[in-house]
Each structure stands twice: as structure tokens, then as C-alpha cells.
């Protein structure tokens, strides 16, 4: 076999495996796709989409006011990392998370640890947050 067919071969072999991994990459589970959206969310500080991925029953019994809201946008996020998780029932996961914040005010940088318990809904087929955004006044 000539250099330029084994060059084109490896290139084939190459783009399945690329292929492969792409659409392996793609089929996530619900919860995983929920969790991803909500850390992007998070990740970029926007506080207005990560309260959509609040159980409504929650917001309904205890809605964030507007002082709440204007708090969350004082805040930068500069870092979020799953610390661990857990499946304690079928349609329950629970996880802690380490997330940091900079006052945008006073570019202080602290650490909050964050107990996120999300419920899966099969009638609305999807997942959401139980406990709410995260509490920026607490820390570890």
C-alpha cells in the first residue's frame, strides 16, 4: 500500500472515529442535559434563565422578590465544580456543589457550597431544582 492511500485510510478512520464521538457526545440523559443547561446558565451569571429551572411549586410558595433578583446580578460566577452526587430515590438527585462568586461591587471572591436537590416531573418530562437558586450570602 502506497503512503497516500494509508494517508487517506488513517484520514477515514479518523472522521468515523470523530463522528462516533460527536454523536456519542450528543445522547446525554435528561438530567445530564438539565444539569449541563442549568451550569451554563449559572456559569454566565444569568440568574433570570437559572430561576426557570426552579420547580414551580417552589416559586410559587416562596417567589424570589425583586430586591432578590437585583442582588443575583451583583454577583459574577468565576467558578463551579460538582463536588459530588447522589440518586437517593429513581426521580431524586442530589448533588453539592462549590461555586464562586465576585461581589461586582467590592471584586471579592468568595466560596459558597451549594446542596442542590433536583426531582425528576414525568408528566412534564423534565427535571427541576428543588432548593432554589443559590444562597449568595452563605459560604462554606
Known sequence: MNAHRLFRLALALGLVFLAACASQAVQRSPRDQTLYHYVSAIR???FDVAINFIDPAVLEARPLTDLEKERYKQFQVSG???KSG??????TYEQVVEIRVVNRN???EKVITDRQTWRWDAEAKRWWLMTGLPDLDASR
Do not use: F, L, N, R
Not at 86 to 91: F, L, Y
Open 80 to 82: 463551579y465544580e460538582v
Open 86 to 91: 447522589s440518586e437517593p430515590a429513581p426521580d
Open 106 to 108: 467590592t471584586q471579592v
Open 44 to 46: 454566565w451569571s444569568d
